[in-house]
């Protein structure tokens, strides 16, 4: 089977830093990537992470580490427009499998 | 660019009727996907095409049917509509499998009652 975790909620104030994790149990493991999406909206691409490591795009940050089946995204200098849905998705092969999302509240 | 468009917005069906969404994408992308988002849940994937004239079954495709004439346009057929689908969908396509970025459209929220 495929399944991946992710925190439910997450709270943080601005400016803060704020992580949230992905484990994951898949059948093939091409990369993981992270989706963000706003009430209402469209998901929106983040970042991806073939290789183990740490990947940089601005405030925002992915690590991946295969031998753990485990990752994360890493949000810096927070701002109220952070507030959204965060999504974790396994490419296998040809789809994505997408976690059921942390919802991520920022106060001010 | 107008990037992936999706018709109607929003639909209420009764049970039993039929029904097509439409989504088009004008990037040129090989491949396309119909995902659907319960409340509160990830996006589960129906159905999705590597290219016109392929299509395969994704996690929950029950309910549904999908034809991939075009490059461009990727239609979900629902038919005999059932409460269990009211949801929000979302169609999206990638350039190659390779890509790891899916492009998304904004999606159409149906209501079955």
């Not at chain 1, 009430?39 to 580490?65: C, H, I, K, V």
Request: overall charge negative.
């Amino acid at each position: 089977g495929q399944s991946l975790e992710q925190p439910s909620e997450v709270t943080a104030v601005e400016g803060a830093i704020v992580q949230i994790n992905c484990t994951y149990q898949t059948s093939g493991f091409y990369g993981l990537s992270w989706y963000q999406q706003h009430d209402g909206g469209a998901p929106t691409f983040l970042s991806y992470n073939a290789l183990d490591g740490l990947e940089e795009t601005g405030r925002f940050s992915s690590f991946l580490s295969r031998s753990d089946s485990y990752g994360y995204l890493l949000l810096q200098e927070l701002q109220m427009k952070d507030s959204a849905s965060y999504f974790c998705a396994v490419r296998n092969t040809d789809k994505l499998i997408f976690g059921t999302g942390t919802r991520l509240q920022v106060f001010p | 660019n107008a990037g992936v468009t999706q018709t109607p917005k929003f639909r209420i069906l009764k049970i039993g009727q039929s029904m097509t969404l439409q989504c088009t994408q004008d990037m040129n992308h090989n491949y396309m996907y119909w995902y659907r988002q319960d409340p509160g849940m990830g996006l589960k994937l129906i159905y999705y095409s590597v290219g016109a004239g392929i299509t395969d079954k994704g996690e929950v495709p029950n309910g549904y049917n999908v034809s991939r004439s075009t490059t461009e346009d990727f239609p979900l057929r629902l038919e005999l509509a059932a409460p269990s689908q009211t949801s929000v969908y979302f169609c999206a396509s990638s350039y190659t499998r390779d890509s790891y970025e899916q492009y998304f459209g904004p999606g159409t929220r149906l209501t079955v009652t």
